[in-house]
Protein backbone atom coordinates (compact mmCIF):
# COMPACT_ATOMS: atom_id res chain seq x y z
CA UNK A 1 0.00 0.00 0.00
CA UNK A 2 1.56 3.52 -1.10
CA UNK A 3 2.54 5.76 1.81
CA UNK A 4 2.79 8.87 -0.79
CA UNK A 5 0.15 10.75 0.36
CA UNK A 6 -0.15 14.53 -0.65
CA UNK A 7 0.62 17.61 1.35
CA UNK A 8 -2.65 18.13 3.65
CA UNK A 9 -3.51 22.55 3.63
CA UNK A 10 -4.84 23.92 6.83
CA UNK A 11 -8.37 25.41 6.23
CA UNK A 12 -10.91 27.33 8.11
CA UNK A 13 -14.90 26.89 7.47
CA UNK A 14 -17.41 28.42 9.16
CA UNK A 15 -20.78 27.36 10.04
CA UNK A 16 -22.61 30.77 10.17
CA UNK A 17 -26.28 30.83 11.51
CA UNK A 18 -29.00 33.44 11.90
CA UNK A 19 -32.75 33.46 13.22
CA UNK A 20 -35.39 32.74 10.56
CA UNK A 21 -36.88 36.07 9.62
CA UNK A 22 -40.31 34.13 8.62
CA UNK A 23 -42.45 33.26 11.17
CA UNK A 24 -43.57 29.77 9.98
CA UNK A 25 -43.98 26.36 11.06
CA UNK A 26 -40.30 24.38 10.54
CA UNK A 27 -38.36 22.37 12.67
CA UNK A 28 -36.28 25.04 14.01
CA UNK A 29 -36.09 28.87 14.33
CA UNK A 30 -32.65 29.51 12.66
CA UNK A 31 -31.42 29.18 9.15
CA UNK A 32 -28.05 27.87 7.90
CA UNK A 33 -26.55 29.81 4.79
CA UNK A 34 -24.75 27.62 2.93
CA UNK A 35 -23.32 28.55 -0.63
CA UNK A 36 -23.02 26.19 -4.02
CA UNK A 37 -19.11 25.93 -5.51
CA UNK A 38 -19.10 26.35 -9.30
CA UNK A 39 -18.09 23.81 -11.93
CA UNK A 40 -14.62 25.06 -12.14
CA UNK A 41 -14.32 24.60 -8.50
CA UNK A 42 -10.86 22.68 -8.13
CA UNK A 43 -12.34 20.71 -5.22
CA UNK A 44 -15.36 19.06 -5.21
CA UNK A 45 -16.96 21.15 -7.54
CA UNK A 46 -20.91 21.70 -7.26
CA UNK A 47 -21.03 20.65 -4.04
CA UNK A 48 -23.27 22.99 -1.41
CA UNK A 49 -20.70 23.83 1.49
CA UNK A 50 -20.27 26.60 4.30
CA UNK A 51 -18.26 29.27 3.30
CA UNK A 52 -14.18 28.95 4.16
CA UNK A 53 -10.87 28.13 2.40
CA UNK A 54 -7.20 27.69 2.57
CA UNK A 55 -5.55 29.72 5.10
CA UNK A 56 -3.40 33.00 4.05
CA UNK A 57 -0.02 33.38 5.51
CA UNK A 58 -1.57 36.92 6.04
CA UNK A 59 -3.90 35.43 8.62
CA UNK A 60 -0.93 35.12 10.39
CA UNK A 61 0.61 38.26 10.57
CA UNK A 62 1.85 40.19 13.38
CA UNK A 63 0.27 43.01 12.05
CA UNK A 64 -3.08 42.06 12.97
CA UNK A 65 -2.22 42.31 16.63
CA UNK A 66 -1.13 45.78 16.09
CA UNK A 67 -4.46 46.60 14.88
CA UNK A 68 -6.42 44.75 17.70
CA UNK A 69 -3.83 46.87 19.78
CA UNK A 70 -5.22 50.29 18.61
CA UNK A 71 -8.61 49.17 20.08
CA UNK A 72 -6.99 48.34 23.44
CA UNK A 73 -7.07 44.63 22.83
CA UNK A 74 -3.91 43.02 24.00
CA UNK A 75 -2.52 40.05 22.50
CA UNK A 76 -2.89 37.93 25.94
CA UNK A 77 -6.62 38.71 25.42
CA UNK A 78 -6.30 37.06 21.97
CA UNK A 79 -4.63 34.17 23.18
CA UNK A 80 -6.78 30.90 23.02
CA UNK A 81 -10.42 32.46 22.37
CA UNK A 82 -12.59 29.62 23.29
CA UNK A 83 -10.55 29.01 26.85
CA UNK A 84 -9.76 25.66 25.19
CA UNK A 85 -8.75 23.21 28.38
CA UNK A 86 -9.23 19.97 26.65
CA UNK A 87 -6.81 18.20 23.86
CA UNK A 88 -7.16 19.48 20.30
CA UNK A 89 -5.97 18.50 16.47
CA UNK A 90 -2.46 19.87 15.39
CA UNK A 91 -4.06 22.62 13.36
CA UNK A 92 -4.27 24.54 16.81
CA UNK A 93 -0.94 24.01 17.45
CA UNK A 94 1.43 24.37 14.84
CA UNK A 95 3.00 28.41 14.09
CA UNK A 96 4.62 29.16 11.03
CA UNK A 97 6.83 30.77 12.79
CA UNK A 98 7.50 32.29 16.48
CA UNK A 99 6.06 35.84 14.55
CA UNK A 100 2.54 34.12 13.74
CA UNK A 101 -0.06 34.50 15.45
CA UNK A 102 -1.87 32.37 17.79
CA UNK A 103 -3.43 29.34 15.45
CA UNK A 104 -7.33 29.93 17.48
CA UNK A 105 -7.06 33.49 15.95
CA UNK A 106 -5.39 33.11 12.95
CA UNK A 107 -7.66 30.25 11.87
CA UNK A 108 -10.90 32.53 12.78
CA UNK A 109 -9.84 35.29 10.82
CA UNK A 110 -9.29 32.94 7.62
CA UNK A 111 -12.93 31.75 8.38
CA UNK A 112 -13.75 35.34 8.32
CA UNK A 113 -12.08 36.22 5.71
CA UNK A 114 -12.93 33.69 3.36
CA UNK A 115 -16.81 33.98 4.31
CA UNK A 116 -16.19 37.68 3.09
CA UNK A 117 -14.65 36.65 -0.27
CA UNK A 118 -17.42 34.84 -1.19
CA UNK A 119 -20.33 35.86 0.12
CA UNK A 120 -19.68 39.46 0.94
CA UNK A 121 -20.16 39.49 4.57
CA UNK A 122 -18.27 41.41 7.14
CA UNK A 123 -17.94 39.99 10.46
CA UNK A 124 -16.72 42.95 12.47
CA UNK A 125 -17.24 44.67 15.56
CA UNK A 126 -16.63 48.66 16.01
CA UNK A 127 -16.17 50.47 19.20
CA UNK A 128 -19.70 50.77 20.32
CA UNK A 129 -20.50 46.76 19.98
CA UNK A 130 -16.92 45.69 21.23
CA UNK A 131 -18.01 45.06 24.92
CA UNK A 132 -21.31 43.34 23.51
CA UNK A 133 -22.08 40.70 26.08
CA UNK A 134 -24.90 39.20 23.74
CA UNK A 135 -23.48 35.98 22.52
CA UNK A 136 -24.57 36.85 18.98
CA UNK A 137 -22.20 37.71 15.95
CA UNK A 138 -22.25 41.40 14.29
CA UNK A 139 -21.84 42.47 11.09
CA UNK A 140 -21.37 45.36 8.99
CA UNK A 141 -22.06 46.09 5.63
CA UNK A 142 -22.54 49.93 4.52
CA UNK A 143 -19.24 50.42 2.16
CA UNK A 144 -18.76 49.27 -1.08
CA UNK A 145 -18.86 45.46 -0.87
CA UNK A 146 -18.33 44.46 -4.29
CA UNK A 147 -14.99 46.43 -4.52
CA UNK A 148 -13.68 45.80 -1.30
CA UNK A 149 -14.67 42.15 -2.01
CA UNK A 150 -12.67 41.72 -5.41
CA UNK A 151 -9.87 43.52 -3.73
CA UNK A 152 -9.67 40.66 -0.92
CA UNK A 153 -10.39 38.13 -3.28
CA UNK A 154 -7.15 38.84 -5.11
CA UNK A 155 -5.14 39.61 -2.70
CA UNK A 156 -5.79 38.28 1.00
CA UNK A 157 -3.85 41.12 2.97
CA UNK A 158 -6.49 43.38 1.99
CA UNK A 159 -8.71 41.99 4.19
CA UNK A 160 -6.27 44.02 7.29
CA UNK A 161 -6.49 46.87 5.14
CA UNK A 162 -10.58 46.88 5.01
CA UNK A 163 -10.58 46.54 8.32
CA UNK A 164 -8.46 49.73 9.27
CA UNK A 165 -10.21 51.38 6.25
CA UNK A 166 -13.19 51.10 8.13
CA UNK A 167 -11.90 51.27 11.73
CA UNK A 168 -13.27 47.55 12.97
CA UNK A 169 -12.06 44.40 14.14
CA UNK A 170 -13.25 40.71 12.54
CA UNK A 171 -15.50 39.58 15.29
CA UNK A 172 -13.25 36.45 16.31
CA UNK A 173 -15.15 36.48 19.54
CA UNK A 174 -18.36 34.76 18.46
CA UNK A 175 -16.85 32.37 16.33
CA UNK A 176 -16.66 29.05 18.37
CA UNK A 177 -15.00 25.75 17.65
CA UNK A 178 -16.85 23.33 17.03
CA UNK A 179 -15.22 20.44 15.12
CA UNK A 180 -12.27 19.58 12.83
CA UNK A 181 -12.06 17.80 9.95
CA UNK A 182 -9.32 15.56 7.70
CA UNK A 183 -9.82 14.58 4.07
CA UNK A 184 -9.40 10.98 3.31
CA UNK A 185 -6.07 9.55 2.34
CA UNK A 186 -7.41 8.59 -0.66
CA UNK A 187 -8.04 12.12 -2.09
CA UNK A 188 -5.37 13.86 -4.45
CA UNK A 189 -6.03 17.12 -2.65
CA UNK A 190 -6.53 17.49 1.42
CA UNK A 191 -7.27 19.78 3.93
CA UNK A 192 -7.49 19.83 7.62
CA UNK A 193 -10.56 21.74 8.33
CA UNK A 194 -11.57 23.79 11.27
CA UNK A 195 -14.99 24.81 11.41
CA UNK A 196 -16.66 27.24 13.94
CA UNK A 197 -20.04 28.23 14.54
CA UNK A 198 -21.73 31.81 14.60
CA UNK A 199 -25.21 32.85 15.30
CA UNK A 200 -26.60 35.90 13.97
CA UNK A 201 -29.69 37.75 15.31
CA UNK A 202 -30.96 38.64 11.58
CA UNK A 203 -29.72 37.16 8.48
CA UNK A 204 -27.57 39.88 6.45
CA UNK A 205 -27.70 40.18 2.84
CA UNK A 206 -25.34 38.36 0.23
CA UNK A 207 -23.36 39.22 -2.09
CA UNK A 208 -21.95 36.17 -4.07
CA UNK A 209 -18.43 36.06 -5.61
CA UNK A 210 -19.23 34.54 -8.85
CA UNK A 211 -15.51 32.98 -9.73
CA UNK A 212 -16.00 30.66 -6.92
CA UNK A 213 -19.81 30.91 -5.86
CA UNK A 214 -22.96 29.54 -8.40
CA UNK A 215 -25.43 30.57 -5.80
CA UNK A 216 -25.92 30.55 -1.99
CA UNK A 217 -29.40 30.42 0.41
CA UNK A 218 -30.31 30.71 4.05
CA UNK A 219 -32.55 27.28 4.13
CA UNK A 220 -32.86 25.54 8.18
CA UNK A 221 -30.60 22.69 8.60
CA UNK A 222 -33.51 19.60 7.71
CA UNK A 223 -34.63 21.84 4.79
CA UNK A 224 -30.96 21.40 3.36
CA UNK A 225 -30.67 17.89 4.57
CA UNK A 226 -33.75 16.71 2.94
CA UNK A 227 -33.29 18.67 -0.11
CA UNK A 228 -29.61 16.47 -0.49
CA UNK A 229 -31.86 13.16 0.49
CA UNK A 230 -34.05 14.45 -3.05
CA UNK A 231 -31.15 14.66 -5.21
CA UNK A 232 -31.25 18.25 -5.11
CA UNK A 233 -28.00 19.27 -4.21
CA UNK A 234 -25.30 17.33 -2.99
CA UNK A 235 -23.59 17.98 0.78
CA UNK A 236 -19.87 16.41 1.15
CA UNK A 237 -19.62 13.82 4.07
CA UNK A 238 -18.72 17.05 6.63
CA UNK A 239 -21.41 19.24 5.71
CA UNK A 240 -24.27 16.51 5.73
CA UNK A 241 -22.66 15.41 9.16
CA UNK A 242 -22.59 18.78 10.81
CA UNK A 243 -25.68 19.93 9.68
CA UNK A 244 -27.04 16.91 11.41
CA UNK A 245 -25.82 17.72 14.51
CA UNK A 246 -27.75 20.94 13.98
CA UNK A 247 -31.19 19.11 14.46
CA UNK A 248 -30.52 18.48 17.99
CA UNK A 249 -31.38 22.50 18.72
CA UNK A 250 -34.70 23.62 18.05
CA UNK A 251 -33.63 26.85 19.22
CA UNK A 252 -30.39 29.25 18.02
CA UNK A 253 -30.35 30.57 21.67
CA UNK A 254 -29.62 27.02 22.66
CA UNK A 255 -27.63 26.13 19.95
CA UNK A 256 -25.39 28.88 20.73
CA UNK A 257 -24.98 28.42 24.28
CA UNK A 258 -24.43 25.05 23.76
CA UNK A 259 -21.37 25.55 21.40
CA UNK A 260 -19.71 28.06 23.94
CA UNK A 261 -20.09 26.18 26.69
CA UNK A 262 -19.11 22.80 25.09
CA UNK A 263 -15.90 24.21 23.38
CA UNK A 264 -13.84 24.42 26.46
CA UNK A 265 -14.00 20.39 26.25
CA UNK A 266 -11.52 20.91 23.04
CA UNK A 267 -12.15 18.70 19.91
CA UNK A 268 -11.45 15.53 18.57
CA UNK A 269 -10.52 15.24 14.51
CA UNK A 270 -12.78 13.64 12.37
CA UNK A 271 -10.32 11.75 10.08
CA UNK A 272 -12.83 9.47 7.80
CA UNK A 273 -11.18 5.88 6.59
CA UNK A 274 -12.62 4.78 3.53
CA UNK A 275 -14.03 1.42 3.06
CA UNK A 276 -15.86 -0.02 -0.53
CA UNK A 277 -18.62 -2.38 -0.06
CA UNK A 278 -20.28 -4.19 -2.31
CA UNK A 279 -23.05 -1.48 -2.78
CA UNK A 280 -21.42 1.44 -1.27
CA UNK A 281 -19.17 3.18 0.31
CA UNK A 282 -18.38 3.23 4.05
CA UNK A 283 -16.30 5.99 5.92
CA UNK A 284 -15.34 4.82 9.66
CA UNK A 285 -14.72 7.52 11.77
CA UNK A 286 -12.68 7.89 15.18
CA UNK A 287 -13.65 5.54 18.08
CA UNK A 288 -15.55 3.24 15.76
CA UNK A 289 -14.01 -0.38 16.70
CA UNK A 290 -13.35 -0.84 13.37
CA UNK A 291 -11.11 2.17 12.79
CA UNK A 292 -7.33 1.62 11.77
CA UNK A 293 -4.07 2.09 14.08
CA UNK A 294 -3.09 4.69 11.18
CA UNK A 295 -5.44 6.01 9.43
CA UNK A 296 -3.11 7.01 6.69
CA UNK A 297 -1.99 3.36 5.56
CA UNK A 298 -3.01 3.81 2.06
CA UNK A 299 -4.14 5.99 -0.42
CA UNK A 300 -6.44 3.94 -1.96
CA UNK A 301 -10.10 2.60 -1.18
CA UNK A 302 -9.83 -0.42 1.41
CA UNK A 303 -12.02 -2.77 -0.94
CA UNK A 304 -14.29 -5.43 1.37
CA UNK A 305 -16.26 -7.96 0.39
CA UNK A 306 -19.25 -7.72 2.18
CA UNK A 307 -22.50 -5.21 1.41
CA UNK A 308 -22.75 -1.87 3.48
CA UNK A 309 -24.89 -3.63 5.67
CA UNK A 310 -22.90 -6.75 6.33
CA UNK A 311 -20.24 -4.64 7.40
CA UNK A 312 -22.39 -2.99 10.00
CA UNK A 313 -23.48 -6.35 11.25
CA UNK A 314 -20.12 -8.09 11.49
CA UNK A 315 -18.88 -4.91 13.67
CA UNK A 316 -18.40 -5.01 17.55
CA UNK A 317 -19.71 -2.58 20.10
CA UNK A 318 -18.34 0.74 19.19
CA UNK A 319 -19.95 1.98 15.96
CA UNK A 320 -18.89 5.62 14.43
CA UNK A 321 -19.13 5.64 10.90
CA UNK A 322 -21.30 7.23 7.77
CA UNK A 323 -22.57 4.81 5.32
CA UNK A 324 -23.00 5.93 1.45
CA UNK A 325 -25.11 3.26 -0.65
CA UNK A 326 -24.71 6.86 -3.36
CA UNK A 327 -24.38 10.66 -3.37
CA UNK A 328 -27.40 11.62 -1.95
CA UNK A 329 -28.54 8.12 0.56
CA UNK A 330 -26.22 8.44 3.49
CA UNK A 331 -26.72 7.42 7.29
CA UNK A 332 -24.63 8.41 10.29
CA UNK A 333 -24.20 6.32 13.38
CA UNK A 334 -22.61 6.58 16.26
CA UNK A 335 -23.63 4.67 19.31
CA UNK A 336 -21.18 6.24 22.45
CA UNK A 337 -20.50 9.05 23.76
CA UNK A 338 -17.96 11.49 22.60
CA UNK A 339 -14.87 12.64 24.82
CA UNK A 340 -15.30 16.56 23.27
CA UNK A 341 -19.27 16.57 24.24
CA UNK A 342 -19.92 16.79 20.97
CA UNK A 343 -23.41 15.89 20.57
CA UNK A 344 -24.46 13.25 17.89
CA UNK A 345 -25.91 14.14 14.46
CA UNK A 346 -29.42 13.10 14.12
CA UNK A 347 -31.15 11.06 11.03
CA UNK A 348 -33.39 13.62 8.89
CA UNK A 349 -35.38 10.73 7.77
CA UNK A 350 -36.98 10.26 10.76
CA UNK A 351 -37.93 14.09 12.08
Not at 27 to 55: H, Q
Not at 102 to 124: K, Q
Not at 188 to 205: C, D, G, I, V, W
Request: charge should be negative; proline fraction near 6%; charged fraction near 25%.
Amino acid sequence: MSKLLPKIRSSSSLILLAKNQVEKATSCDYNALLLTRTKKSTFMPESSVFPGGVCDASDSSPAWLEHFQRNEISAAKLQNLGHVKGPRPDIFHTKADKESLDPSLALRLTAIRETFEELGILLCRDSKSLTSTSGYGAFYDQFDRAHWQHSVHNNASRFLELCKHLDVLPDVWSLHEWSVWLTPSTFKKRFETAFFMTALEQEPSVHIEPNEVKDCAWRSPLDYLQASLRKELWLPPPQFYELSRCLKFSSLDNLRQFAAEREVKGIQLIHPVVHKCKNGVVHLLPGDDAYPADPDASNEKIEIDLSVEQFRAKANAKLHRSEHWNQHQSQLIINFERDDGQVHPLDPTKL
